[in-house]
């Protein structure tokens, strides 16, 4: 494999400490780091890994550098920055003509139609990281058969079984637990009240340039089938692994070789059943507001993400403010006050978020 070098862009979380554990076995070097305040952790980082302290960023103090960072020539960008703070640097970095291993979510559901245009005409690469469209991604590898649907995958969360009475007595604290995945507190919230699903449907739509209508959420609380493609013939290609973070990380950065991994193998006679259900859309509403804003298009799905981002971010720093079941009606009463348009632009993004934390 020619030698890789990659700047990370969120460095301190769940993604970030693994794909740094993924460039150390594959010695790949690491360029650029970026927190968003953990400045000790950073230093640490760097000597660790020998970054010079001019490709170093801060990004509660000086976000435009992310964009500076992600614009270093020859190197692959991870984004794993939470929220929609990710957008302008995967602009940047494509613009740059870097390839994107995009853990961030939010920059496809807020502005997709802009990263993936400016991909498109810079012939630059977004590799998922996302376990779901990693997924997606490698069913599709080496054919040029039309899609006839996507099968994407969702453990259900920490709540999964639930109604809607017992979600009234949950904790901050149950909300954080989740099944299968280590993850982020916000990624992990998202998770629970299946907004993470909504969001993942939208940024599939823009990765494999396919209708809302083409996606179809299954439930899978074993996570093993990590998502699935149906072709016309009626013929379901799925990718199976652990659920292991480690995969899809090292996927996107090695891509198009499979290299050597320490994550435990998949023994299928160990597994036992695996099982399948169809969402409840009633008890866990922000999934259906997902697909009604993917539908509406324009700035529908910025709105509804903004919205998404000022509430939880309340639910995690708040101790009372709002409790996890009112997470949804609140979302959704957010994102029915926010102007709709069927146009985007970075304009209009920073318009639209502005007005979400606004009204909240």
């Given at each position: 494999?020619?030698?890789?070098?990659?700047?990370?862009?969120?460095?301190?979380?769940?993604?970030?400490?693994?794909?740094?554990?993924v460039a150390k076995a594959h010695n790949i070097k690491v360029v650029a780091l970026s927190v968003h305040s953990n400045t000790a952790l950073l230093e640490e980082l760097r000597r660790q890994y020998n970054?010079?302290?001019?490709?170093?960023?801060?990004?509660?103090?000086?976000?435009?550098?992310?964009?500076?960072?992600?614009?270093?020539?020859?190197?692959?960008?991870?984004?794993?920055?939470?929220?929609?703070?990710?957008?302008?640097?995967?602009?940047?970095?494509?613009?740059?003509?870097?390839?994107?291993?995009?853990?961030?979510?939010?920059?496809?559901?807020?502005?997709?139609?802009?990263?993936?245009?400016?991909?498109?005409?810079?012939?630059?690469?977004?590799?998922?990281?996302?376990?779901?469209?990693?997924?997606?991604?490698?069913?599709?590898?080496?054919?040029?058969?039309?899609?006839?649907?996507?099968?994407?995958?969702?453990?259900?969360?920490?709540?999964?079984?639930?109604?809607?009475?017992?979600?009234?007595?949950?904790?901050?604290?149950?909300?954080?637990?989740?099944?299968?995945?280590?993850?982020?507190?916000?990624?992990?919230?998202?998770?629970?009240?299946?907004?993470?699903?909504?969001?993942?449907?939208?940024?599939?739509?823009?990765?494999?340039?396919?209708?809302?209508?083409?996606?179809?959420?299954?439930?899978?609380?074993?996570?093993?089938?990590?998502?699935?493609?149906?072709?016309?013939?009626?013929?379901?290609?799925?990718?199976?692994?652990?659920?292991?973070?480690?995969?899809?990380?090292?996927?996107?950065?090695?891509?198009?070789?499979?290299?050597?991994?320490?994550?435990?193998?998949?023994?299928?006679?160990?597994?036992?059943?695996?099982?399948?259900?169809?969402?409840?859309?009633?008890?866990?509403?922000?999934?259906?507001?997902?697909?009604?804003?993917?539908?509406?298009?324009?700035?529908?799905?910025?709105?509804?993400?903004?919205a998404n981002e000022a509430v939880v971010s309340l639910f995690l720093n708040s101790d009372d403010k709002i409790a996890f079941h009112e997470i949804p009606q609140t979302v959704e009463e957010i994102y029915?006050?926010?102007?709709?348009?069927?146009?985007?632009?970075?304009?209009?993004?920073?318009?639209?978020?502005?007005?979400?934390?606004?009204?909240?």
């Amino acid at each position: 494999m020619k030698e890789k070098q990659i700047v990370l862009l969120g460095s301190t979380g769940s993604i970030g400490a693994q794909t740094l554990s993924v460039a150390k076995a594959h010695n790949i070097k690491v360029v650029a780091l970026s927190v968003h305040s953990n400045t000790a952790l950073l230093e640490e980082l760097r000597r660790q890994y020998n970054v010079e302290p001019d490709n170093t960023c801060v990004s509660s103090e000086n976000p435009d550098k992310l964009c500076e960072l992600a614009a270093i020539k020859d190197c692959t960008v991870v984004n794993a920055i939470v929220g929609s703070a990710g957008l302008k640097p995967t602009l940047a970095a494509i613009e740059a003509g870097n390839p994107v291993a995009l853990a961030n979510k939010e920059a496809l559901v807020a502005g997709g139609e802009i990263v993936m245009a400016l991909a498109n005409v810079n012939n630059v690469p977004v590799i998922p990281v996302d376990s779901e469209h990693s997924a997606i991604m490698q069913c599709l590898s080496g054919t040029t058969n039309k899609i006839h649907k996507i099968i994407l995958t969702a453990s259900g969360g920490a709540f999964y079984g639930y109604t809607k009475e017992q979600l009234k007595t949950v904790t901050k604290e149950q909300a954080l637990q989740h099944p299968n995945w280590s993850m982020g507190a916000k990624i992990t919230v998202d998770s629970a009240t299946m907004m993470n699903k909504g969001l993942e449907l939208i940024e599939a739509m823009h990765l494999f340039n396919t209708d809302e209508s083409q996606i179809e959420v299954v439930i899978h609380p074993q996570s093993i089938i990590h998502s699935a493609v149906e072709f016309t013939d009626g013929t379901v290609i799925a990718q199976l692994s652990v659920p292991d973070m480690r995969l899809p990380i090292q996927y996107a950065l090695t891509y198009p070789e499979r290299l050597p991994s320490p994550a435990k193998r998949l023994s299928f006679a160990e597994l036992g059943k695996l099982s399948f259900a169809a969402p409840d859309y009633d008890t866990f509403p922000l999934l259906r507001l997902a697909r009604e804003a993917a539908r509406l298009g324009g700035n529908a799905p910025c709105a509804l993400n903004a919205a998404n981002e000022a509430v939880v971010s309340l639910f995690l720093n708040s101790d009372d403010k709002i409790a996890f079941h009112e997470i949804p009606q609140t979302v959704e009463e957010i994102y029915n006050k926010i102007e709709k348009t069927e146009n985007i632009s970075l304009d209009i993004i920073e318009k639209t978020e502005n007005e979400a934390v606004a009204r909240l």
